[in-house]
Structures are given as C-alpha cells and as structure tokens.
C-alpha cells in the first residue's frame, strides 16, 4: 500500500507543501489528497474532515498502513529514514542542515503572521514592521551563512542536491515573492532555484488552479 498523505489546500498551505516535496525529492510513490481548510473548527484544530484522518486535528498526516504521522518535520525524518540523500552526508553539514529546519519549523512567527503563505499572491511592497523585519533578516542571514560554508557551486543550501532544510524553506520563498520583499543579490539565484524546481512548480500548478479562497489571507 502507499503511502497516503493529506494536505490542506496548495494555494494556502506551506506546512502541507514542505513534506509534500520532501516525499518528491526522495522518490518514493506515494498518493496525495487534499482536505479544503476552513468552515466550522478551523483555527482550533477540531474540523471534522481533518480530525477523520488526523490525530492532531491538523495536516499534513501521512498515512502509512495503520500509522498516522501528523507533523511535517516527522514525515520528512520518516522519509529520510527510506532516502538517506535527503540530509547532508557529511555529518557538519547534516548537523546544520536539521538545527535550519528544525529553526523554520517552530520558529519565525512574525513572518508567518504577517506574510502568510498565498502562492497565487502578488502585492506591492509594504512596510514590515520590526518583528517581521527581524524575520527577514535572520533568514538571509542563515540561508547566506549556509551557502557561503556548504553551498559550493550548486544552487541549494547544501550545494547540488536538495535536502529537508531546502523544501521548509521553500514556502518563505514564495512569501517574499508574494509580498514583494526585496531579496540580496547573492540570494536571489537560491530563491529562483527553490521557486523554478520542478516539484514546487507542480505543486504552484495545483494551487493556482484551485477556485476555494480564503478571504481573510487574500486581504492581508
């Protein structure tokens, strides 16, 4: 049997589309089906959709047989369990390569907040204020200190081949380009990697085309 693994819907949902890519990335078959967000119990984790096939209330849930994996981060660790190249293999790489997803996956509130995932989006630039500025600048910070020691000649955080950290840090990408946040130079051949990578494009492909909106994100 394959492994099943629920989203929320592609236009919105960035912790759905990092584990997303990780399963593409590693080659493994396995089925996706989409769980529209919103409606009764949004926000609180209890929606009756979601609560069938998860645990936790929330998506991503890997359904492996009888097991339910309903954590992003955990789906990608179970899925570079079955694909070891999904992690650095040298071990000073892959220790950085975890501490920068585990970073994206509990971290960065503001910029969550304030610039939330709408692949379809395009906005004019705004002012961030100080919380989410500071979000910005750490994650050019981490992805310029990444590849300036890792990167070498390849266009990923770890040189040529795509790790975890590349696919948590794919959705931020998108977020700058929706909202128009100005990207340094050295980064920008690193956003335009992780934005023309032919995994997100599918996935970019499915949310544009999806017609539910969510009206508060489209307004923010």
Known sequence: MKPLLYVGNQNYSSWSLRPWLVLRWSGLEFETRVIPMGGDGYGSRSMPAILSVSPS????????????????????EWAAEQSPTLWPTDPTARMHARAAACEMH???AALRSKLP????RRTEPRQLDAATQHDVERVFKLWSSLRT???GSGPFLFGATKTIADAFFTPVATRFRTYGVPVPDELAP????????????EWEQAGVAE????????SV
């Open 57 to 76: 209330g929330t998506v991503p849930a890997l359904h492996l047989g009888s097991e339910v994996i309903s954590d992003s981060l955990a789906i990608s």
């Open 106 to 108: 509990s971290g960065f």
């Open 117 to 120: 995932c709408n692949i379809r």
């Open 149 to 151: 020691r890792f990167g």
């Open 190 to 201: 690193y956003v335009h990697a992780l934005l023309n990578e032919p995994s997100f494009l």
């Open 211 to 218: 017609s539910w909106t969510m009206p508060i994100w489209d």
